[in-house]
T-cell receptor, first 112, second 112 residues
Framework: KQEVTQIPAALSVPEGENLVLNCSFT??????LQWFRQDPGKGLTSLLLIQSSQREQTSGRLNASLDKSSGRSTLYIAASQPGDSATYLC???????????FGGGTRLMVKP | SQTIHQWPATLVQPVGSPLSLECTVEGTSNPNLYWYRQAAGRGLQLLFY??????ISSEVPQNLSASRPQDRQFILSSKKLLLSDSGFYLC???????????FGAGSRLTVL
């Protein structure tokens, strides 16, 4: 059974700092990996999707990498802003394409 | 997401009462549909997923059930709510063969 772990569980940084969020998964036979953002009391917004054959994806100040063989993904946020404060979740989809397993999330606070 | 509608947005119910949360989706026909639950301070737990009308796969506890009476309608139900059923329920869709999972805004359930 796939297990997804995110470290750290919570992170507080000053504005402007570059930061890295980590995601690890136990079964490397994945179809893709997706990073989401969740604001308090809200649904999830997809940030980046990495196919199993890809190494990284970029969108603006966000860069996500994937090392499938070692079961790891990182989300890099450059020049963090207070508006980046949210919970960030990673999720992996299995090869059948039906099951999406989520990590516990990293709660990020960017202080002005 | 504007393509996924969940209601009610918030709900307060007594222990032992029934539950019905509805999710309807727009867009491409025959999407895969999912129900997730997010308990306070915890990650997302997959409850049910459906690859077609009347097809439900369950990942969880028996006091919850799901049904898909129409292609774009997914319903989460319970005959008798437990305190532990409190949480934030998210409906999601993925178009078959596509990669991205899209979430609704969620329904917050408080069981007293």
């Amino acid at each position: 059974k796939q297990e997804v772990t995110q470290i750290p569980a919570a992170l507080s940084v000053p504005e402007g700092e570059n930061l890295v969020l980590n995601c690890s998964f136990t079964d490397s036979a994945i179809y893709n990996l997706q990073w989401f953002r969740q604001d308090p009391g809200k649904g999830l917004t997809s940030l980046l999707l990495i196919q199993s054959s890809q190494r990284e994806q970029t969108s603006g100040r966000l860069n996500a990498s994937l090392d499938k063989s070692s079961g790891r993904s990182t989300l890099y946020i450059a020049a963090s802003q207070p508006g980046d404060s949210a919970t960030y979740l990673c999720a992996v989809r299995d090869n059948a394409g039906n099951m999406l397993t989520f990590g516990g999330g990293t709660r990020l606070m960017v202080k002005p | 997401s504007q393509t996924i509608h969940q209601w009610p947005a918030t709900l307060v119910q007594p222990v032992g009462s029934p539950l019905s949360l509805e999710c309807t989706v727009e867009g491409t026909s025959n999407p895969n549909l999912y129900w997730y639950r997010q308990a306070a301070g915890r990650g997302l737990q997959l409850l049910f997923y459906s690859v077609g009308i009347g097809q439900i796969s369950s990942e969880v506890p028996q006091n919850l059930s799901a049904s898909r009476p129409q292609d774009r309608q997914f319903i989460l139900s319970s005959k008798k709510l437990l305190l532990s059923d409190s949480g934030f329920y998210l409906c999601a869709k993925a178009v078959a063969g596509a990669n991205v999972l899209t979430f609704g805004a969620g329904s917050r359930l408080t069981v007293l």
